[in-house]
């Protein structure tokens, strides 16, 4: 299977900060690179794809960028609505993985 | 719009069988390659279950594959989920999810199901 690691674990920030998390694969996944927002009691949402490829509906002020084993999602302003936990995951190959999740809360 | 929600028993005792149904409305079943499950333990992160196509094929993590078995249903447009031998640990949120083929997303969700193995 290939582990998938975030870093942090959480974190605390003010609105308007800019936020980087970061996932790392144990083995190379090209760009098949997923991230998820989840709020409590809601299914998660899906953001970014392919690494780097914004969903259809989602803010602008999410980006997500890296290959290989090493990636990142950029909030660029955090707004209220942005408190959640985030998850990546790799669609590279099956059992396609998730990260154990960054929980992102005010400070 | 593709919606999906998941039906099935809150409560499996242990060493039973958890079954569990996801129902696709908006569209057809037949026209998304993969659906998929994952679970969600209580305070914990995500668990990649496994996916079955629409034509019947599957894959499952190693972790699970000897217990659970994930099949489509087209002429009821669902997919379900049997997870066998049950213990405490199978407790969490089950999803169902499309993998949409073209983003190998999960791009569609449905709202979540319970499931508590309890005596």
């Known amino acids: 299977d290939i582990q998938m690691t975030q870093s942090p674990s959480s974190l605390s920030a003010s609105v308007g900060d800019r936020v980087t998390i970061t996932c790392r694969a144990s083995?190379?996944?090209?760009?098949?690179l997923n991230w998820y927002q989840q709020k409590p009691g809601k299914a998660p949402k899906l953001l970014i794809y392919?690494?780097?490829s914004l969903q259809s509906g989602v803010s602008s002020r999410f980006s997500g960028s890296g290959s290989w084993t090493d990636f990142t999602l950029t909030i660029s302003s955090l707004q209220t609505e942005d408190f959640a936990t985030y998850f990546c995951?790799?669609?590279?190959?099956?059992?396609?993985?998730f990260g154990q999740g960054t929980r992102v809360e005010i400070k | 719009q593709v919606q999906l929600q998941e039906s099935g028993p809150g409560l499996v005792k242990p060493s039973g069988t958890l079954s569990l149904t996801c129902a696709v409305s908006?569209?057809?079943?037949?026209?998304?390659?993969?659906w998929s499950w994952v679970r969600q333990p209580p305070g914990k992160g995500l668990d990649w279950i496994g996916e079955?196509?629409?034509?019947?094929?599957?894959n499952y993590p190693p972790s699970l594959k000897s217990r659970v078995t994930l099949s489509v249903d087209k002429s009821r447009n669902h997919f379900s989920l049997k997870l066998t031998s049950v213990t405490a640990a199978d407790t969490a949120v089950y999803y169902c999810?499309?993998?949409?083929?073209?983003?190998?997303?999960?791009?569609?969700w449905g709202p979540g199901t319970t499931v508590t193995v309890s005596s």
């Open positions: 999810a499309r993998y949409d083929s073209s983003s190998y997303g999960l791009d569609v």
């Open positions: 908006g569209g057809s079943i037949s026209s998304s390659d993969w």
């Open positions: 079955v196509s629409h034509s019947g094929s599957t």
């Open positions: 083995q190379s996944i090209n760009s098949y």
């Open positions: 392919g690494s780097s």
């Open positions: 995951q790799q669609s590279y190959s099956s059992p396609r993985t």
